[in-house]
């Protein structure tokens, strides 16, 4: 599986910004997908995930608070992240990243270990 990001750039406090990260392969919707982040000086950081197992479930990270909407398109094999109310604390370089899940196996969403596929990453910068 490769996966490329994009839609990151520059934007103004309190802007939004839509990430998209396009998988190649089939199977996308066995995939658990996640967004993280790392910003300068900082280690990357969980903040949002969704898995399509038995239906849609949608994990964020708890300073999200409703700024964010992680969304996935199946057929087009994209995994999207909607940004609003961005704040200068938020540029950081932003990567997607799949996991396969087997039907029983637990998915911990915010463990970056969890993940087989990391794309390169996506650079988000936030202006004051």
């Known amino acids: 599986v490769q996966l490329q990001a994009s839609g990151g750039g520059l934007v103004q406090a309190g802007g939004s910004l839509r990430l998209s990260c396009v998988a190649s392969g089939r199977n996308f919707s066995r995939y658990g997908m996640a967004w993280f982040r790392q910003g300068p000086g900082r280690e990357r950081e969980f903040v949002a995930a969704?898995?399509?197992?038995?239906?849609?479930?949608?994990y964020y990270a708890d300073w999200v608070k409703g700024r964010f909407t992680i969304s996935r398109d199946n057929a087009e094999n994209t995994l999207y992240l909607q940004m609003n109310s961005l704040k200068p604390e938020d540029a950081a370089v932003y990567y997607c990243a799949a996991a396969l899940i087997a039907e029983n196996e637990g998915y911990y969403y915010s463990t970056q270990g969890t993940y087989d596929y990391w794309g390169r990453g996506t650079q988000v910068t936030v202006s004051s």
């Open positions: 969704s898995s399509w197992r038995r239906g849609i479930r949608l």
